[in-house]
């Protein structure tokens, strides 16, 4: 894995050899008491970063799951799952001919899940930055595939109630699509939260270790208002009408509802949410959209 582009050698015994490796890596883990239930396959697997990454197509990658590393995990009896991602596109950020070979739904997931035999290996899919753009057809076409958000947009350092907002926009498209988790990016960064290759970048926490000063940021108050309630059990409700689009609820185990609203506006503002949730909620496997008055 290198810095300028590179990517792995179209050669069967290359490849196998890869995957072989996978399957040792998270094996030694394990050995080590470090349990690995997913493997994804590639981090961003169509962006040449500043740190060491590796190009695929989707087709290379479809290929190289189905004919190799999903055989060999298969071989293996290896329980640790096999996910396809962690994509970073899925639409166009408007019209840009330069992208349409890269950056569409249909490159990517669409072009492994397709495939019937390298679909038999696919657990779920994890969707990161401008992969967002990839959910609402990936709920469509494949109703039932595990979706998780894998990496949270990270700003600029800025630390605003604005770009606080914009993330909790983030967990609303990717909760309402059916996704189980996001992965907020940075938990605690010194003052300025710059990155090794020069990007400032936004955290829960700000921890000055010359001066001790310790500031949570908005994102903090936003992550913990849905952190410190939902726990490990819980079920995502879809909610329907107004400010749906702002709210995100959530069925405890025990029957207890957790209704997180973001407000819009620039003033505060007053709801009743008394009619928000039945009286006897639903329990089926999907739950039904509730009303949010």
Known sequence: MRYDGSRLRADPAVLSA???????????????????????VQNEPNSDQKFPSCLWTGESMRDFIRDHLGRRFAAAGESCELW????ERGALQGWLPDQIDGDCYHNWLHTIMADQDARTFMKGV???????????????EWPDLPVIQTEGECGDGKNTWSYAFYVFDLLWQYFNHGASAYAYWNMILPPGGESTWGWRQNTMITADGAGGAVTFNPESYMIKHLAHFVRPGARFIPLRGNLAGFALAFLKPGERHVLALANPASAGRHHRLGSAFPARPHRPARPFPHHLE
């Open 18 to 40: 890869y995957a072989n490796y996978l399957l040792l890596a998270v094996r030694a883990f394990r050995a080590e008491d470090v349990s690995i239930s997913q493997l994804h």
């Open 84 to 87: 396809a991602d962690t994509l």
């Open 126 to 140: 994890g969707y990161q930055w401008a992969g967002k753009g990839a959910l609402a057809q990936t709920r469509a």
